[in-house]
């Protein structure tokens, strides 16, 4: 309840000064515990495609946004939502209740999520934003993404939604129009904000008692596999699941522009037909009828929402990006082994 | 009738293996803590296999101490416990951890360790010490307990040192490298992961190259088994014939070049749909 009333808080801070974010500050044990939550949960290990979910605490300070602490999620959301919306915010209110006995900043700033592959733009996380953004005008979401701490990478990201996106959002369903009117485009729908990592003196200290002597590691060994096929081959399917749900969203916009096309011909026959009668009832000295078709006759056609279509660009720009990165770090370690057997 | 005077009790083979993440947890939950307290105490989760307990998380439990007291928010312990075991069910209570100089308030650990004693089977207690120590060393050291017993009649117990290893899988490593310095403006990209990588080999097959250089001119006394390591690393190296390997290296570098014109392609005909407008794909 303190935490709600902290919300309120910091919502009407926000309100008052509108300093933009600028930079998410990571504790650096809060990006260790997002690490081992997102990779051996029992909901991801279940199913490794599964997400997972934790919520972010910390504070708001000026223009940097200070992550300190934060605890995972049950389960996973989905299961969440539909079986046990009671419970999970028991879980949330006793866990946010019991850090602060033991003075961790109990303010809720976002969430994290697991991904792969950088996935996660979809409706759900536009849902949740948007609800946190109700109570919590700045949250902002970390996203760890699970393949690319497999291949030896940190998968970071900090992302928040721009507000153009949100006012248009929150306006009801996106038609083309509207976003040309209010010059969105689906790459400012996401915002990417800085991190950086902030340690305590006495985390550095303990960081460098217990840091191991520095030779090739298992995380050299795993950065220098030569195998990319796998990975590829995954981002391109997932690229292509992409490209063919885009395609769908197409044949429904292109649907739409028919249909259009025919009302509007219907329309300009319905008008030319009453041009016609009313030279007709002229001649005959009576009143000419109106040209405008009456209400209700013609029904407006619905444009398709064109959420998702912004959403998959989204998705596909971001599994191009990983492919542009592994495809780049496969061929300087394809030079490498070339080298490597020049010299044998 | 002879009984025996002192016998050991439990499992004293015991040696501990603990998480990165457990020890930082611990140090901010010290930073945290209340101004009257001069250390923090917590719980220990994780897993025990083969003797070797596996500390995987952890999580601080408000307490007061006094000279020779010490009360723990048994409510707040139960509370956690049940709160983390419904995200990690393989995770169950191992022990108790605590800061600061662990020989000092050995009185009162004895009561914490019989609580804890209740709560699991054998438990561990980790001491991580925040004081700096003689020689500004960040200790962590592991602890169980061994009853002394005559005749069955458990008389007292003695804490026993065991071995303590700072373990950190793969993904943690990467985010480890971050945690040294004060404060990291940058996250390092996936080139510079790669690139730091390609060094640290570098670096290595210099190292041993060097070494083999010296031993065989002569200025170095050779070690048979650094020799016969090496041996066997230069042997682990496939070795093809030139044309095979140069067929399977075009091979892969075409199917990364293609794949690369594939995803260049898509986001050109993202780019040009953002340009134009019309949210459709031009040439598709």
């Known amino acids: ?344 | 009738m002879t009984t025996p005077i002192t016998l050991p009790v439990g499992a004293t083979e015991n040696s501990v293996r603990v998480h990165p993440g457990v020890l930082f947890t611990i140090t901010d939950a010290f930073l945290r803590r209340k101004e009257e307290n001069e250390r923090v105490i917590g719980t220990l989760l994780g897993t025990i296999a083969d003797g070797v307990v596996e500390v995987k998380n952890c999580y601080a439990v408000p307490h007061s101490e006094t000279h020779d007291q010490v009360s723990l928010d048994v409510q707040h312990h139960h509370t956690m416990a049940n709160l983390q075991q419904r995200v990690n069910s393989r995770e169950v209570i191992v022990g108790w951890f605590s800061t600061g100089d662990p020989d000092a308030s050995r009185n009162r650990d004895a009561l914490i360790h019989t609580f804890y004693g209740s709560e699991c089977a054998n438990p561990v207690h980790l001491a991580l010490d925040t004081s700096g120590g003689q020689d500004g060393h960040m200790g962590v050291r592991a602890f169980v307990s061994r009853a002394l017993s005559i005749g069955g009649v458990e008389l007292a117990r003695e804490f026993l040192e065991v071995d303590c290893e700072v373990r950190s899988t793969e993904a943690e490593r990467v985010g480890l490298d971050l945690l040294s310095t004060e404060l990291q403006e940058k996250l390092p990209g996936d080139m510079d992961g790669l690139a730091d990588s390609f060094e640290r080999l570098q670096h290595s097959l210099q190292q041993a190259q060097d070494y083999v250089d010296a031993v065989v001119a002569g200025k170095r006394k050779g070690n048979v088994a650094i020799g016969r390591y090496l041996a066997e690393t230069v042997a682990t190296v496939p070795h093809y014939g030139r044309d095979e390997f140069e067929r399977m290296l075009t091979d892969q570098q075409n199917d990364c070049t293609l794949v690369l014109f594939l995803s260049k392609l898509v986001q050109a005909h993202l780019a040009l749909a953002d340009k134009l407008g019309t949210m459709q794909l031009p040439l598709i």
Request: aromatic residues 6%.
């Open chain 1, 1 to 344: 309840m303190a935490a709600v009333s902290f919300a309120a808080a910091a919502a009407k801070e926000k309100h008052q000064e509108r300093t933009p974010l600028q930079r998410v500050q990571l504790e650096g044990h809060v990006l260790l515990k997002i690490a081992k939550h997102c990779r051996e949960s029992d909901a991801s290990l279940r199913n490794s495609e599964a997400t997972v979910t934790g919520q972010l605490l910390g504070l708001d300070v000026g223009p940097t946004l200070e992550v300190t602490d934060c605890f995972p999620y049950p389960g996973n959301a989905g299961e969440e939502e539909h079986e046990a919306v009671g419970e999970g915010e028991s879980y949330q209110l006793e866990m946010m209740r019991c850090l602060r006995e033991v003075n961790v900043d109990s303010n809720t700033v976002g969430w994290y999520q697991s991904t792969s592959s950088g996935s996660f733009q979809v409706v759900e996380m536009i849902e949740t934003f948007v609800s946190y953004m109700e109570s919590l005008e700045r949250c902002v979401c970390i996203v760890y993404d699970v393949s690319a701490a497999e291949a030896g990478a940190l998968g970071l990201k900090a992302v928040r939604l721009s507000e153009a996106f949100v006012e248009a959002y929150r306006e009801g369903s996106l038609s083309i129009e509207k976003i040309r009117a209010k010059g969105l485009s689906w790459r400012d729908m996401f915002v990417d904000i800085p991190i950086t990592v902030h340690n305590s003196p006495m985390a550095a200290a303990l960081a460098a008692e217990i840091a191991p002597p520095s030779a090739a590691t298992t995380l050299d060994c795993d950065r220098l596999n030569l195998g990319v096929a796998s990975l590829l081959e995954k981002n391109l399917s997932y690229l292509n699941d992409c490209l063919d749900d885009l395609m769908i969203e197409q044949g429904k916009l292109s649907m739409h522009q028919n249909q259009l096309r025919r009302q509007q011909q219907a329309i300009a026959q319905f008008k030319m037909q009453r041009r016609q009668e009313n030279t007709v009832r002229r001649a005959a000295g009576d009143e000419p009828l109106t040209e405008e078709p009456p209400e209700g006759m013609f029904k407006p056609v619905p444009e398709p929402n064109q959420l998702d279509n912004m959403l998959l660009s989204n998705q596909m720009a971001s599994y191009c990006q990983h492919i542009n990165s592994a495809t780049q770090q496969a061929l300087s370690k394809l030079k490498l082994a070339d080298g490597l057997q020049a010299a044998i």
